[in-house]
């Protein structure tokens, strides 16, 4: 039998599929599902305009080219420009290259250092190319110098990311608010920090959060550290140990490696905001129509003085002031002002003005409530109705029922642990300043086998908190007790009466408890230090002023803890910050790397030197918040396949 030839059409049809087949199957290739090596190469430079380390440039357009397309990321944030560019440079990426335009006129004499860290990487893969840093000079020769070390948060020694480092190589205690830095760098999420490009010379160092972009300490509001020593910058050859990794577990080799090492790289910042001392007022509300809240950036002893411009102020209010006083609340105490939708006020306070010096401010203000009065009514007869409606059905179905709808009475609050050590006191918070408090209706009775004694209370106020009362007994280990308030024991001053209060409450027994003994060194006996103990989140559960190197905690639940101290130098038992206006450097804070558990009935001693390890190998791990960034790896994805081959793979 014979067969017709195939048309020219039907072979040229044949030839485009298969065609068209081993293109996809090359395409489909790409991904490597055959078990092909992928790119796990970084970016190489192969040139560079100007050249990388030329010396007499002039020109302020740079040129850096790859191997392959790349990818620059978030260039305002991860490259650093040295000297600071007070007018910001124009960085593009683009293709197989970056470019970057500097807008500043060059310095004469001067290395320029543009540090792109790990923000290179390749475009495809996401290959990184590792930290990379190019410089030229504008002189004949070219500054190799370097000087790093870590930015600590001074209160808590936590790592402080992105804040700007910066030498000065005039030594004056004026250059920091007056110059822009010299030279700059800044830290990454360890706090850890690089100064490239440094001339010989002797130097003094500062640490900026920068807020208007100036390199200058400018605002008061910048988070800053300082050091009134100077140093100058060395190297000398060393050698370090790198470790060869054949694969994730397993080492290859230890080699090594000879290096220029650079001093001083221990240098350690401790960084603070100093306090906001100028005072203006931030807003005054009335949230509540009871009370006026005025707002203020900075605390006085001096109050406001309010005078009503529509009512009598004179003898209306209950004042009530925040610890420091920043913040000021006027407890309206006639109903009849606290049901007016409108109070006009003038009040007179005091101001920082231009020269920073407090000075008198008057304004007007019309105080508003959130809750119009004639809406506070709609509310309240909205409650009746619904009161009389339950009432009613009750009353249908014959069950017992009020007459008369029951006042509502003041609830406070009684601040009482599940299990109260014998060291702790009751705290009560009313919601409203009292009129009245009647000390003996409040009864405190312990039990002893199965019967109940009267136990002796003190009622009293807690110092700057007016709505807060601390009830102290002589709490006994293993003692249960109760806590009994009789109605209207307490009344505040809208006639508003306490319902009766009935709460009880166990003190551990001595079983349940450790106690906790940390013997102190490394730092002068005539310094006041106070030691706390931390949860494992951080949190102070106690804490306790050290005498003669000793400090002693007792009734610590059991539990693991970390220990933190530092040196209060004024003696007021709080940490306090810094203020570079006054040459005055924060209090120092330490941390106790070790864990300390504590077990019960244990009465557990430990050694604390509190210098012994350096700052930034203080803090434990689990508590710093300001995690390390990540670092980028190289995936080395060919080893793994060559694992799953069965062969050797050697990289390129």
């Avoid at 001093?263 to 910042?269: E, F, K, N, S």
């Avoid at 109070?343 to 008198?360: P, R």
């Avoid at 909205?382 to 009750?394: H, L, P, Q, S």
Wanted: charged share 30%; hydrophobic share 35%; glycine share 6%.
């Amino acid at each position: 039998m014979s067969h017709p030839l195939p048309s020219l059409r039907h072979l040229l049809s044949g030839k485009i599929v298969f065609l068209l087949a081993i293109i996809l199957s090359s395409c489909a290739r790409m991904g490597q599902p055959d078990g092909g090596w992928y790119d796990d190469t970084p970016p190489r430079i192969v040139h560079t305009s100007p050249r990388d380390k030329a010396v007499g440039v002039k020109e302020r357009k740079i040129t850096i080219a790859f191997d392959e397309f790349i990818k620059l990321e978030d260039a305002t944030s991860n490259v650093v420009v040295s000297p600071p560019q007070l007018e910001m440079p124009e960085i593009k990426a683009a293709g197989k290259k970056i470019v970057v335009e500097l807008k500043d006129t060059l310095k004469e004499n001067t290395t320029y250092t543009i540090d792109f860290s790990d923000a290179i990487t390749d475009n495809n893969e996401g290959n990184p190319m590792g930290n990379y840093t190019y410089s030229f000079s504008t002189g004949e020769q070219i500054d190799t110098l370097e000087v790093s070390g870590h930015v600590l948060e001074a209160e808590n020694l936590e790592p402080v990311k992105g804040i700007l480092v910066g030498l000065y190589d005039d030594l004056t205690d004026t250059a920091f608010a007056t110059k822009p830095m010299t030279r700059v760098a800044r830290t990454d999420g360890s706090g850890r920090f690089v100064i490239k490009g440094v001339a010989p010379g002797n130097y003094r160092i500062y640490a900026l959060k920068d807020m208007d972009a100036d390199y200058v300490f400018s605002q008061k509001g910048e988070m800053v550290a300082f050091s009134h020593d100077t140093f100058s910058p060395s190297c000398k050859p060393d050698i370090r140990q790198d470790t060869i990794w054949r694969d994730e577990l397993r080492i290859d080799s230890i080699a090594r490696v000879p290096y220029m090492h650079f001093y001083p790289d221990d240098i350690v910042l401790r960084a603070f905001t100093a306090p906001q001392t100028d005072r203006y007022l931030l807003k005054t509300e009335r949230n509540d129509e009871r009370k006026i809240g005025m707002y203020f950036s900075y605390g006085n002893d001096s109050l406001p003085e309010v005078r009503g411009l529509d009512f009598d102020a004179e003898g209306a209010f209950v004042v009530e002031t925040t610890e420091k006083k920043d913040t000021v609340f006027y407890w309206l105490k006639d109903t009849s002002l606290v049901n007016k939708d409108t109070l006009q006020m003038e009040i007179k306070y005091l101001m920082t003005d231009s020269t920073g010096a407090l000075v008198n401010k008057l304004d007007t203000v019309d105080m508003f409530p959130k809750l119009p009065y004639e809406k506070r009514q709609k509310l309240l007869q909205d409650e009746i109705e619904k009161w009389e409606k339950a009432r009613d059905k009750a009353k249908k179905k014959g069950e017992p029922y009020d007459s008369i709808m029951p006042v509502k009475n003041m609830v406070p609050k009684i601040g009482i642990p599940s299990m109260m050590a014998p060291d702790r006191n009751v705290m009560i918070e009313v919601p409203v300043p009292l009129a009245r408090l009647d000390t003996a209706a409040i009864h405190l009775y312990s039990k002893h086998d199965t019967l109940w004694y009267r136990s002796q209370t003190e009622l009293s106020d807690v110092p700057g908190k007016l709505r807060f009362y601390e009830l102290r007994a002589e709490w006994r280990p293993g003692v249960e007790y109760s806590l009994e308030i009789d109605s209207a024991a307490f009344e505040d001053i809208y006639g508003t009466v306490s319902g009766p209060i009935k709460q009880g409450l166990r003190v551990g027994s001595m079983d349940e408890y450790c106690s906790l003994v940390v013997n102190l060194s490394g730092i002068s006996d005539t310094l006041d230090v106070i030691v706390q103990i931390l949860t494992t989140s951080g949190n102070v559960v106690k804490q306790s002023k050290a005498s003669a190197g000793v400090v002693e905690f007792y009734y610590l639940q059991p539990g693991k803890y970390y220990l933190s101290a530092f040196v209060d130098r004024n003696g007021n038992g709080v940490w306090d910050t810094g203020d570079y206006t006054k040459g005055l450097q924060p209090e120092e804070v330490y941390y106790n790397p070790k864990e300390v558990e504590c077990k019960p009935k244990w009465d557990l001693t430990t050694s604390w030197n509190l210098t012994a390890v350096p700052l930034t190998r203080q803090k434990p791990s689990s508590i710093v918040k300001q995690k390390p960034d990540k670092e980028k790896k190289l995936r080395n994805r060919n080893a793994d396949r060559a694992r799953e081959k069965g062969i050797e793979y050697k990289p390129q």
